[in-house]
């Protein structure tokens, strides 16, 4: 096989028609790989994303091939997929106000230019899930786009298709979290074209590299929110003298723990599954 890419945290192989979508435990704050892994972190992201695309079937389809036909040396953290040629546009969907939506709504009372009503708390749930895309930055970071820059970016058709199955992801995921006691407060998707033109799910879903989690139970606007994904390793990041520039700081051994323990709870609290790596 054919190593094609190689991602801050995938390993993309071509063999044959298809491409192998390789996991690892590679972790990246703020687009910067950091020294340290988190271990059993690529054998989680793809068996819960294993998980949410047999429960978005029906939604959309998705890159899958195959999730046993896989090198073994990469079993549990690899999938056969098919070949794509590859949206360029990070599409984000966003059911409440966190991070980088956060920050916009402040600044503007806007996100990628969709109007908020005032006086929305940290934390706190939208009036209905709005979708937020961004450029995909071959380096550095991505940038907002609105959804007028999607459609000059994609084509009309191409940014309302984006829109419609990416809301409609969220609000399946998160419904499906929500009777789980799990809060999805946003989450990032990618999409590839098939040959024949079709918008097809890629790369990984409602995973807690790509999406926020929050404890039903915990919940509470008007503060940060306790999280069971990446943001708890960005929070750590924040509290270094660093300047979020490669190369990143190495994690300590208490820091890798807390946070292959939020990735496992999470995989546990939404599949109803133990973990067994």
């Not at 949410?52 to 890159?63: E, I, S, Y």
């Amino acid at each position: 096989m054919e190593l094609v890419h190689s991602g801050k945290v995938r390993d993309l192989y071509a063999d044959g028609d298809d491409i192998i979508l390789v996991a690892s435990d590679r972790v990246s704050v703020y687009d910067v790989v950091l020294p340290t892994p988190i271990p059993d972190k690529g054998k989680i992201l793809t068996q819960l994303s294993l998980w949410w695309f047999g429960r978005l079937a029906d939604v959309v389809p998705n890159h899958v091939v195959s999730a046993s036909d896989v090198p073994p040396e990469w079993a549990g953290r690899a999938i056969r997929c098919r070949r794509l040629e590859m949206v360029p546009v990070e599409c984000i969907a966003r059911g409440y106000l966190a991070g980088l939506g956060l920050a916009s709504y402040q600044q503007s009372g806007t996100i990628s230019g969709v109007p908020l009503p005032s006086g929305l708390l940290e934390g706190g749930k939208l009036p209905e899930p709005v979708f937020t895309p961004t450029t995909k930055a071959s380096a550095g970071h991505d940038e907002p786009l609105t959804y007028e820059e999607t459609a000059k970016e994609v084509g009309a058709d191409t940014a309302a298709e984006l829109r419609r199955m990416t809301l409609e992801i969220y609000r399946r995921g998160a419904g499906l979290a929500a009777e789980r006691d799990v809060i999805i407060a946003d989450t990032k998707l990618e999409f590839g074209r098939a040959p024949d033109g079709s918008i097809i799910l890629a790369d990984e879903v409602l995973t807690p590299d790509s999406s926020r989690f929050w404890p039903a139970d915990s919940w509470a606007p008007g503060r940060p929110q306790h999280s069971l994904d990446k943001q708890f390793l960005r929070d750590w990041s924040a509290t270094l003298d660093w300047d979020r520039t490669a190369p990143g700081p190495a994690i300590p051994q208490d820091i890798v723990e807390a946070t292959r323990a939020r990735y496992v709870d999470v995989y546990e609290r939404l599949t109803g599954l133990p973990w067994k790596g």
